[in-house]
């Protein structure tokens, strides 16, 4: 972009610069550009580009080598090309390259002389600048790397200049506030003469510096720098920006003033690096603005000018970022994904640890929360401190009394927090790991990360434990000298001793263990298993809270991450999930396959609809996998209505109710401001005066809702202890199960008579029905809207209506139906318990995702749970409810009803009439014909009794219909046989003509669509569905 | 105290992530945070092999079997399953040399394979196996 800015002061006068530059720059155009723009500016501006670029460079090219391209011109101008030395030093901007490099200094006293000479003459100073110089020195960042490294060969030179001025006078008299036109009052000469020197000195110039200007060594650097930045890719700074910024504000070279005006700097920023502290004593300084503020300024003018012109980089600016973007991304889910996370929940607690007890003495109280352990020997494996160690007290947490010994493992950085030596006493936090070992006496304890000292004489313990120095650091065979022990055994037995000790595995014992073959290590291990358990604080133990926004908000930095807290399970279900592409790393490592599962599969989990003591919702997901751990099952299968401590869960999502209706729907069913609550609340007002939200007022129904997870291996449930268990009185003083939560609101049983009148445009509803049919929704049904699911017929006894007995239920598909209840739901007359149905104003009753169908009243099953959910009218109107009877197909019944038919076969579709022999046994009616006998080859036998099994439609005249149409009903193997009872079969099967003009007893059917017949008569599909026989209720006693 | 505790305690760590693994198909939070005590550095790289897959099983019908671990560069290193020993330079300067490290990430992506069962497998001929045991370096 600079290039294509005309300079009309370009070359003029400068022709050292351009063959300089040529002969620097095989580096980027466009850096030349802006270098030639730098160059073709009058020595002022140079100036003043230097004068802003204190930072960490110290540019000394002020060898008189260096200048020989300038010399064929004048005395004056190559010094000002050599000091500007753009091709050199503004490649220098890579901090790296220039840090490898050595000073040498070999410029002469003469030259210095000049420059200072010509530098007093030039450059005031401004206390701004020299701010900004401290601070761009000691960020040295990529951004401050932006100003010109080139000036900072004057800037450097200067600043030792005017550093060793003012370290030699406190208050320099030098600065010029005006920064404008006053000449510096010291003497440039003077200046120069002792000063340069010195700057090799000072260690903070030093730091800085890194240009030889040796011509050889500065052809050196040159080169090599020019390959570095070759290789890297140079982009557009605020460097070349401001260059051409100035020259755009002062491209009149008689403008002085203004070119003077924004040199400044140089000198001033010696000041301050002199004077780093911005002692009182310099008023300027002082009053100018402290150091931060200066570079503040020039940081942000930086970023003013150089954000703009962003839009003509094309190339990404190199800054910091850079290293955060090497971050190597993990595969997601992965183990590597998991540990990252853990490692920096763990580091981030360790510092927080560190910082707590940085400057923090052990205090005796911990004693009962910590393992005080002295140090009894010690050996380095692998930057691994083992050591030995005897307990002194904490013993209770390690749940092994038998041993006074274990062996601790510290790393290196808690090794060297503790300063280890055998003798030590050490302070063990939780939480950490203790790992048995089988053939270990003692157990190891693994992740001490949070560790303190302890002073002789704290802990309790006046044993006089021996100390034994760790034998083990013996020499290490000559070979080989930088072995760790072990190693160093090792490697000395193998080059000694026998075969036996060659085998490498004897290195590392785990390497025997093959994945194929199963040894006996490992049956022991699997036999014995979890010998590795964690020590948790005993915060974590015990800080379980009673609200969801506590335990949410306590969330942060805790290394153990993870809700804490009491709640009430109100509702449990089960969802099926898709098993989304990210999710299917996890599944393949479950399922142990190599095959690459392609298409989405489903996993089921378990949902948990938690309330907490303060009215908050959260949905918990638990997946299928935790059912095998007791605590989980135990919840997921009798816990609702009662309190749990959940543990480490985690939170994933906040829903709210335009995301996700369905969960609000249930969750206002469940929520109430009712006195149970209160009632509760006010108990534990009573009991914790402290909890905050026991005065607010819940009146409006929650808005939002936390999505939390639990995770295997890390999350927890277990029943609450005594102290924590609501024990419940409600108002009317009846006793109840203690068990049972009391803001647990159950289910509410509503008869499906009374289902009509409930007030609300939506509410959930419970059931208890009896189940007269059910069939699969076809899912290209155009009237439906409906995603294909279930349709369920039940009746429960109380509805009245003679035209609709039974009541339609739709299931939807993501309902999850257990095998339990789709095998009870093969029997008609079934009887179930339908929980949390949808029901809307209107519209037929859907069991959603939410709904849950139960066996009603499970045999045996005679919970407080159950009783609490089963009204006992309820109950008695289903146990004496009749079998309605079904009205007769008219021609006003609605498609997708139950309707009876009844009346004289027409005729029959053959193409439905057949029949097939099917096994006894597993009915199976692939049946292999071997001669005269029929061959069931699932069961490997021959069937000698097959079963018969006929299909057959016919087209039956019903009087009901009154002549407005004909039916076509599917008839089930009962009403075939009925209809062909009075003929046998032949060779060729029944005769067509015995069975038109029967009269067809009553069957039930389910009218399943009505369409026209060529004849355009009106045809009614029908499907017979099952007859019912009676069903004995179970009734519980 | 004897040497090679460590050794002791990484394969009991081992042992417990065959266990757990086996039976649940995870690894929990705390067994990794041992794992990576006793590991250190290593176990991120090796556990990254793990997820993407990257150690097989290579047998050749006369019975001789060895894994072949992708690095990070795509290179491929030969590990021997009963030994460990890796040809990466880790594993000689910060393992056999400086004895900073128990293993290298190639040989504990091994190690950990092994526990869980997550490897690939690769039949290759006697010859091709030769090979691959000869000629390591330019294995590819």
Same mark, same amino acid.
């Given at each position: 972009?600079?290039?294509?800015?005309?300079?009309?002061?370009?070359?003029?006068?400068?022709?050292?610069?351009?063959?300089?530059?040529?002969?620097?720059?095989?580096?980027?155009?466009?850096?030349?550009?802006?270098?030639?723009?730098?160059?073709?500016?009058?020595?002022?501006?140079?100036?003043?580009?230097?004068?802003?670029?204190?930072?960490?460079?110290?540019?000394?090219?002020?060898?008189?080598?260096?200048?020989?391209?300038?010399?064929?011109?004048?005395?004056?101008?190559?010094?000002?090309?050599?000091?500007?030395?753009?091709?050199?030093?503004?490649?220098?901007?890579?901090?790296?390259?220039?840090?490898?490099?050595?000073?040498?200094?070999?410029?002469?006293?003469?030259?210095?002389?000049?420059?200072?000479?010509?530098?007093?003459?030039?450059?005031?100073?401004?206390?701004?600048?020299?701010?900004?110089?401290?601070?761009?020195?000691?960020?040295?960042?990529?951004?401050?790397?932006?100003?010109?490294?080139?000036?900072?060969?004057?800037?450097?030179?200067?600043?030792?200049?005017?550093?060793?001025?003012?370290?030699?006078?406190?208050?320099?008299?030098?600065?010029?506030?005006?920064?404008?036109?006053?000449?510096?009052?010291?003497?440039?000469?003077?200046?120069?003469?002792?000063?340069?020197?010195?700057?090799?000195?000072?260690?903070?110039?030093?730091?800085?510096?890194?240009?030889?200007?040796?011509?050889?060594?500065?052809?050196?650097?040159?080169?090599?720098?020019?390959?570095?930045?070759?290789?890297?890719?140079?982009?557009?700074?605020?460097?070349?920006?401001?260059?051409?910024?100035?020259?755009?504000?002062?491209?009149?070279?008689?403008?002085?003033?203004?070119?003077?005006?924004?040199?400044?700097?140089?000198?001033?920023?010696?000041?301050?690096?002199?004077?780093?502290?911005?002692?009182?004593?310099?008023?300027?300084?002082?009053?100018?603005?402290?150091?931060?503020?200066?570079?503040?300024?020039?940081?942000?003018?930086?970023?003013?000018?150089?954000?703009?012109?962003?839009?003509?980089?094309?190339?990404?600016?190199?800054?910091?970022?850079?290293?955060?973007?090497?971050?190597?991304?993990?595969?997601?889910?992965?183990?590597?994904?998991?540990?990252?996370?853990?490692?920096?929940?763990?580091?981030?607690?360790?510092?927080? $640890?560190?910082?707590?007890?940085?400057?923090?003495?052990?205090?005796?109280?911990?004693?009962?929360?910590?393992?005080?352990?002295?140090?009894?020997?010690?050996?380095?494996?692998?930057?691994?401190?083992?050591?030995?160690?005897?307990?002194?007290?904490?013993?209770?947490?390690?749940?092994?009394?038998?041993?006074?010994?274990?062996?601790?493992?510290?790393?290196?950085?808690?090794?060297?927090?503790?300063?280890?030596?055998?003798?030590?006493?050490?302070?063990?936090?939780?939480?950490?790991?203790?790992?048995?070992?089988?053939?270990?006496?003692?157990?190891?304890?693994?992740?001490?990360?949070?560790?303190?000292?302890?002073?002789?004489?704290?802990?309790?313990?006046?044993?006089?434990?021996?100390?034994?120095?760790?034998?083990?650091?013996?020499?290490?065979?000559?070979?080989?000298?930088?072995?760790?022990?072990?190693?160093?055994?090792?490697?000395?037995?193998?080059?000694?001793?026998?075969?036996?000790?060659?085998?490498?595995?004897?290195?590392?014992?785990?390497?025997?263990?093959?994945?194929?073959?199963?040894?006996?290590?490992?049956?022991?291990?699997?036999?014995?298993?979890?010998?590795?358990?964690?020590?948790?604080?005993?915060?974590?133990?015990?800080?379980?809270?009673?609200?969801?926004?506590?335990?949410?908000?306590?969330?942060?930095?805790?290394?153990?991450?993870?809700?804490?807290?009491?709640?009430?399970?109100?509702?449990?279900?089960?969802?099926?999930?898709?098993?989304?592409?990210?999710?299917?790393?996890?599944?393949?490592?479950?399922?142990?396959?190599?095959?690459?599962?392609?298409?989405?599969?489903?996993?089921?989990?378990?949902?948990?609809?938690?309330?907490?003591?303060?009215?908050?919702?959260?949905?918990?997901?638990?997946?299928?996998?935790?059912?095998?751990?007791?605590?989980?099952?135990?919840?997921?299968?009798?816990?609702?209505?009662?309190?749990?401590?959940?543990?480490?869960?985690?939170?994933?999502?906040?829903?709210?109710?335009?995301?996700?209706?369905?969960?609000?729907?249930?969750?206002?069913?469940?929520?109430?401001?009712?006195?149970?609550?209160?009632?509760?609340?006010?108990?534990?007002?009573?009991?914790?005066?402290?909890?905050?939200?026991?005065?607010?007022?819940?009146?409006?129904?929650?808005?939002?809702?936390?999505?939390?997870?639990?995770?295997?291996?890390?999350?927890?449930?277990?029943?609450?202890?005594?102290?924590?268990?609501?024990?419940?009185?409600?108002?009317?003083?009846?006793?109840?199960?203690?068990?049972?939560?009391?803001?647990?609101?159950?289910?509410?049983?509503?008869?499906?008579?009374?289902?009509?009148?409930?007030?609300?445009?939506?509410?959930?509803?419970?059931?208890?029905?009896?189940?007269?049919? $059910?069939?699969?929704?076809?899912?290209?049904?155009?009237?439906?809207?409906?995603?294909?699911?279930?349709?369920?017929?039940?009746?429960?006894?109380?509805?009245?209506?003679?035209?609709?007995?039974?009541?339609?239920?739709?299931?939807?598909?993501?309902?999850?139906?257990?095998?339990?209840?789709?095998?009870?739901?093969?029997?008609?007359?079934?009887?179930?318990?339908?929980?949390?149905?949808?029901?809307?104003?209107?519209?037929?009753?859907?069991?959603?995702?939410?709904?849950?169908?139960?066996?009603?009243?499970?045999?045996?099953?005679?919970?407080?749970?159950?009783?609490?959910?089963?009204?006992?009218?309820? $109950?008695?109107?289903?146990?004496?409810?009749?079998?309605?009877?079904?009205?007769?197909?008219?021609?006003?019944?609605?498609?997708?009803?139950?309707?009876?038919?009844?009346?004289?076969?027409?005729?029959?579709?053959?193409?439905?009439?057949?029949?097939?022999?099917?096994?006894?046994?597993?009915?199976?009616?692939?049946?292999?014909?071997?001669?005269?006998?029929?061959?069931?080859?699932?069961?490997?036998?021959?069937?000698?009794?097959?079963?018969?099994?006929?299909?057959?439609?016919?087209?039956?005249?019903?009087?009901?219909?009154?002549?407005?149409?004909?039916?076509?009903?599917?008839?089930?193997?009962?009403?075939?046989?009925?209809?062909?009872?009075?003929?046998?079969?032949?060779?060729?099967?029944?005769?067509?003509?015995?069975?038109?003009?029967?009269?067809?007893?009553?069957?039930?059917?389910?009218?399943?669509?009505?369409?026209?017949?060529?004849?355009?008569?009106?045809?009614?599909?029908?499907?017979?569905?099952?007859?019912?026989?009676?069903?004995?209720?179970?009734?519980?006693? | 105290?004897?040497?090679?505790?460590?050794?002791?305690?990484?394969?009991?760590?081992?042992?417990?992530?065959?266990?757990?693994?086996?039976?649940?198909?995870?690894?929990?939070?705390?067994?990794?945070?041992?794992?990576?005590?006793?590991?250190?550095?290593?176990?991120?790289?090796?556990?990254?092999?793990?997820?993407?897959?990257?150690?097989?099983?290579?047998?050749?019908?006369?019975?001789?079997?060895?894994?072949?671990?992708?690095?990070?560069?795509?290179?491929?290193?030969?590990?021997?399953?009963?030994?460990?020993?890796?040809?990466?330079?880790?594993?000689?300067?910060?393992?056999?040399?400086?004895?900073?490290?128990?293993?290298?990430?190639?040989?504990?992506?091994?190690?950990?394979?092994?526990?869980?069962?997550?490897?690939?497998?690769?039949?290759?001929?006697?010859?091709?196996?030769?090979?691959?045991?000869?000629?390591?370096?330019?294995?590819?």
């Amino acid at each position: 972009m600079l290039k294509k800015r005309k300079n009309p002061s370009s070359n003029k006068g400068f022709p050292s610069f351009e063959s300089f530059h040529e002969e620097a720059g095989s580096h980027d155009q466009r850096r030349q550009g802006g270098v030639r723009s730098a160059a073709s500016s009058s020595t002022k501006r140079l100036h003043s580009e230097w004068s802003k670029a204190g930072e960490g460079f110290a540019g000394f090219s002020l060898d008189p080598e260096a200048h020989d391209h300038n010399k064929p011109h004048s005395r004056k101008r190559p010094r000002v090309g050599s000091w500007d030395q753009p091709g050199v030093c503004r490649q220098e901007r890579n901090p790296n390259t220039s840090e490898d490099i050595p000073i040498e200094w070999s410029e002469s006293e003469d030259e210095a002389e000049q420059e200072a000479d010509s530098l007093s003459d030039i450059v005031p100073l401004s206390p701004v600048q020299s701010a900004s110089q401290e601070e761009d020195n000691i960020i040295s960042s990529d951004q401050s790397d932006a100003v010109l490294p080139a000036r900072s060969e004057i800037s450097q030179s200067e600043a030792s200049t005017i550093s060793h001025h003012s370290q030699s006078e406190p208050t320099p008299t030098i600065v010029d506030q005006s920064g404008c036109t006053s000449p510096s009052p010291i003497s440039p000469k003077s200046m120069a003469r002792h000063t340069i020197p010195k700057v090799l000195g000072a260690s903070r110039l030093k730091r800085r510096s890194h240009v030889s200007s040796s011509p050889q060594s500065c052809a050196k650097v040159r080169s090599s720098v020019v390959q570095k930045l070759l290789s890297l890719k140079p982009e557009v700074t605020a460097e070349d920006v401001e260059i051409s910024d100035y020259e755009s504000a002062s491209s009149d070279e008689a403008d002085g003033d203004k070119a003077v005006s924004s040199l400044e700097v140089a000198t001033g920023s010696s000041v301050s690096i002199s004077t780093p502290d911005a002692s009182p004593a310099n008023p300027i300084s002082a009053s100018k603005g402290s150091p931060k503020t200066g570079s503040d300024w020039l940081k942000k003018v930086q970023w003013q000018i150089s954000s703009p012109k962003d839009g003509d980089n094309e190339e990404e600016p190199r800054g910091p970022l850079d290293s955060t973007r090497k971050g190597k991304k993990f595969v997601r889910g992965g183990f590597a994904e998991q540990l990252q996370r853990l490692q920096s929940r763990e580091r981030a607690s360790i510092t927080f $640890w560190n910082h707590k007890v940085a400057n923090s003495t052990f205090d005796p109280s911990d004693q009962k929360t910590c393992l005080v352990v002295k140090v009894l020997s010690s050996c380095v494996e692998c930057s691994v401190h083992i050591t030995k160690c005897k307990t002194l007290s904490g013993h209770n947490l390690l749940d092994d009394p038998q041993s006074p010994y274990v062996s601790v493992l510290f790393n290196k950085q808690t090794a060297e927090q503790l300063g280890l030596m055998p003798g030590n006493t050490v302070a063990i936090y939780p939480p950490w790991q203790k790992l048995s070992i089988p053939a270990h006496d003692y157990p190891f304890l693994l992740c001490t990360y949070y560790c303190q000292p302890v002073a002789e004489g704290t802990a309790d313990s006046q044993e006089n434990l021996e100390v034994e120095q760790s034998e083990i650091k013996g020499p290490a065979p000559s070979l080989v000298t930088n072995l760790s022990p072990q190693k160093a055994q090792t490697v000395h037995s193998m080059l000694t001793s026998t075969r036996k000790s060659l085998r490498p595995s004897n290195l590392f014992p785990a390497g025997t263990s093959t994945g194929e073959a199963g040894t006996a290590a490992d049956e022991d291990s699997s036999a014995g298993h979890n010998r590795l358990y964690s020590v948790r604080t005993g915060q974590e133990r015990h800080q379980a809270v009673r609200s969801f926004l506590e335990a949410i908000e306590g969330l942060s930095g805790r290394a153990s991450p993870g809700l804490h807290v009491v709640a009430t399970v109100q509702r449990v279900w089960c969802q099926r999930h898709q098993v989304t592409l990210g999710q299917q790393a996890l599944l393949l490592r479950a399922a142990k396959t190599q095959t690459s599962v392609a298409e989405p599969t489903q996993e089921l989990r378990w949902h948990l609809l938690l309330e907490d003591g303060h009215g908050a919702f959260c949905e918990l997901q638990v997946p299928n996998v935790l059912l095998q751990e007791e605590g989980w099952a135990a919840c997921l299968h009798g816990g609702e209505g009662k309190e749990w401590v959940f543990s480490g869960l985690r939170v994933t999502h906040r829903a709210n109710r335009s995301r996700m209706p369905t969960l609000f729907s249930l969750i206002d069913s469940v929520w109430s401001d009712s006195t149970a609550r209160e009632s509760w609340t006010s108990q534990q007002d009573s009991e914790q005066s402290e909890n905050a939200y026991v005065s607010m007022p819940t009146c409006l129904p929650p808005s939002f809702c936390y999505l939390v997870s639990a995770w295997p291996g890390e999350s927890r449930v277990e029943p609450p202890e005594d102290n924590l268990t609501s024990s419940t009185r409600d108002g009317s003083g009846q006793s109840k199960d203690s068990s049972i939560s009391a803001i647990y609101k159950s289910a509410q049983v509503v008869m499906l008579a009374d289902s009509e009148e409930t007030v609300a445009d939506s509410a959930r509803i419970s059931l208890y029905v009896k189940l007269r049919f $059910w069939r699969s929704q076809p899912s290209g049904d155009s009237n439906s809207t409906m995603e294909t699911g279930r349709v369920l017929f039940v009746w429960d006894g109380s509805t009245t209506d003679s035209s609709q007995p039974y009541s339609k239920i739709n299931v939807r598909q993501s309902c999850v139906i257990t095998e339990q209840v789709m095998n009870l739901m093969k029997q008609p007359g079934a009887c179930l318990f339908l929980k949390d149905i949808l029901w809307e104003k209107g519209r037929v009753l859907t069991a959603d995702v939410c709904s849950v169908l139960h066996q009603a009243c499970p045999e045996g099953v005679v919970t407080e749970w159950w009783q609490r959910v089963t009204p006992p009218h309820v $109950w008695n109107s289903l146990a004496t409810a009749v079998t309605p009877g079904l009205q007769v197909v008219t021609s006003s019944a609605n498609l997708h009803s139950l309707v009876q038919v009844q009346g004289q076969v027409l005729s029959v579709d053959e193409e439905t009439a057949f029949s097939w022999p099917e096994c006894d046994t597993c009915g199976n009616n692939r049946l292999i014909e071997q001669g005269s006998l029929l061959q069931c080859p699932t069961c490997d036998k021959t069937v000698t009794e097959p079963l018969t099994r006929m299909s057959l439609e016919v087209y039956v005249d019903c009087p009901s219909l009154e002549k407005s149409g004909i039916v076509k009903i599917k008839l089930l193997q009962d009403s075939i046989q009925q209809l062909l009872s009075n003929q046998q079969a032949d060779d060729e099967g029944y005769e067509l003509q015995a069975v038109l003009g029967q009269e067809l007893r009553p069957v039930d059917g389910c009218l399943t669509s009505i369409s026209r017949d060529s004849a355009a008569e009106r045809v009614f599909m029908v499907e017979e569905i099952p007859q019912l026989q009676d069903v004995t209720m179970t009734t519980e006693s | 105290m004897a040497s090679g505790q460590l050794g002791t305690v990484a394969t009991q760590l081992l042992l417990e992530v065959k266990h757990l693994y086996s039976r649940n198909s995870y690894l929990s939070d705390d067994l990794l945070s041992a794992l990576q005590d006793v590991f250190g550095t290593s176990l991120l790289a090796s556990l990254d092999i793990v997820d993407r897959k990257g150690v097989t099983h290579v047998t050749c019908p006369s019975g001789r079997h060895l894994y072949l671990v992708v690095g990070s560069s795509g290179r491929l290193y030969t590990c021997l399953p009963s030994g460990l020993y890796c040809p990466c330079s880790f594993f000689t300067y910060a393992t056999l040399m400086r004895g900073e490290s128990l293993v290298c990430k190639h040989v504990l992506a091994v190690q950990l394979s092994q526990a869980m069962g997550t490897f690939q497998h690769l039949t290759v001929s006697d010859e091709e196996l030769v090979g691959l045991l000869m000629n390591k370096d330019t294995a590819q």
